[in-house]
């Protein structure tokens, strides 16, 4: 039973994915924060052409 222990936790065949899952979540996170920062203008931008057109 230890062996299966010792041999679980040397085992790094995973380490790969959950590191490229981190780094698609921290890509992710920084889409997300840069679109609804600019999604409030983009909001703004667009009302301001509706109403011109009107």
Do not use: C, P, Q
Request: proline share 0%.
């Amino acid at each position: 039973m230890t062996n299966i222990l010792k041999d679980f936790i040397a085992d790094e065949r995973g380490a790969t994915a959950i590191e490229y899952g981190l780094i698609a979540a921290g890509i992710a996170l920084a889409i997300i924060t840069v679109v609804n920062g600019m999604g409030s203008k983009l909001n703004a931008k667009f009302g301001s052409i509706s109403s011109s057109l009107k």
